[in-house]
């Protein structure tokens, strides 16, 4: 777990699906940041952890909540490539167009990485 981390974030930025269900179960708050501002969701979108982000969202997580850099789960998993992510991502109401603290969006990192059916998607959503 890096510093500044609750056991909920490390775990799902680790994507220990066991650990999250724990955690929540405890009690741990949902939407907690951790000192950089981002939440399990967040964490869990930019590694990829399709369940992890599932069980996050069905359990009331906020999907517009944005880092200390201004990114959103949304983002990350765009950067990244994570297509199944993004998907769940806009079925729960993600905001497109939100914009990061460098003025980018989703969709500017999905096309900058080449990520053709995350952009086409976001596109879909509405992406401006």
Request: some cysteine.
């Amino acid at each position: 777990m890096s510093a500044g981390e609750t056991n909920l974030i490390g775990a799902a930025r680790n994507g220990d699906l066991e650990g999250v269900l724990s955690f929540l179960a405890k009690g741990a708050d949902i939407n907690i940041k951790s000192k950089n501002g981002s939440t399990a969701l967040i964490l869990a979108s930019n590694g990829g952890h399709t369940c992890v982000v599932r069980v996050l969202l069905a359990k009331g997580s906020d999907v517009n909540i944005q880092a200390g850099n201004g990114t959103t789960a949304l983002y990350m998993a765009s950067l990244n490539g994570h297509t199944a992510i993004v998907k769940e991502l806009l079925a729960k109401g993600s905001d497109v167009n939100i914009r990061a603290g460098n003025g980018s969006t989703a969709q500017m990192r999905a096309s900058q990485n080449g990520h053709i059916e995350v952009v086409r998607l976001l596109n879909v959503a509405g992406a401006k």
